[in-house]
């Protein structure tokens, strides 16, 4: 069993729908919940972390964290073609590890 | 735009080829990582360079050859690949801890062709 299991996609929607990305995994001492954004052709780049259970919100985006089903999501609102891209999500153990463990991708497209 | 830089952007190799791709950064991040991305998967992680020491490694075969030559700089040397080895090379830098969750920062990567 993977690690970090991640809704496969693709993923198609009209402008301005509001999107959700799903990860499950398995570590219970997973403590940090990571979502990376990679455009096509360019490196990874961090998008949102939250720290245990939770919610974060930073503008249209919300990370949301359900230890107890191990289950992390982030949501897009009011999407924009400038969303399309494959969301990571990834799972640390600990600041120090340097070892993130990543999901597989679920690639976004936002039709206008 | 990122702050972690690599080069060659693309490359095409022979088997029997040396080449070297290189990362550099002015961030001041003392932690230093190289990650291999097949199509369509996430990034692996190869390497791992803390405060110029090699701290992790990923069972990565030895003909990928990395090398921090100081605290802006790392290289991975190539020799003798294989066609399954052609990939994105992704360079990624970050705090010693990291910041924010294990925050890191990735290079555009070096797209290799092995043929």
């Keep these: ?112 | 735009d990122t702050e972690v830089t690599q080069t060659p952007k693309h490359l095409v190799m022979g088997m029997t080829n040396k080449k070297s791709l290189k990362c550099e950064q002015h961030m001041g991040h003392r932690a230093m990582y190289w990650y291999k991305q097949k199509a369509k998967k996430p990034p692996e992680l190869m390497f791992v360079y803390s405060y110029e020491k090699l701290s992790i490694n990923e069972s990565v075969p030895s003909r990928f050859s990395p090398e921090c030559p100081n605290s802006s700089l790392l290289n991975l040397h190539l020799h003798a690949l294989q066609p399954e080895d052609s990939a994105l090379y992704l360079c990624a830098s970050s705090q010693v801890p990291p910041r924010a969750a294990g925050e890191l920062f990735f290079g555009e990567g070096s797209r290799l062709t092995v043929l």
């Design chain 1, 1 to 112: 069993q993977k690690e970090v299991e991640q809704d496969p996609g693709p993923l198609s929607v009209p402008e301005g729908a509001i999107v959700s990305l799903n990860c499950t995994y398995s570590n219970s001492a997973f403590q940090y919940f990571m979502w990376y954004r990679q455009y096509s052709r360019k490196g990874p780049e961090l998008l949102m972390y939250t720290y245990s259970s939770g919610n974060k919100e930073d503008g249209r985006f919300t990370a949301q964290v359900d230890k107890s089903s191990k289950y992390i999501s982030l949501f897009i609102r009011d999407s924009q073609p400038s969303d399309s891209a494959t969301y990571l999500c990834a799972d640390n153990l600990n600041t120090n590890a340097g070892k993130s463990t990543f999901g597989d991708g679920t690639t976004l497209t936002v039709k206008p």
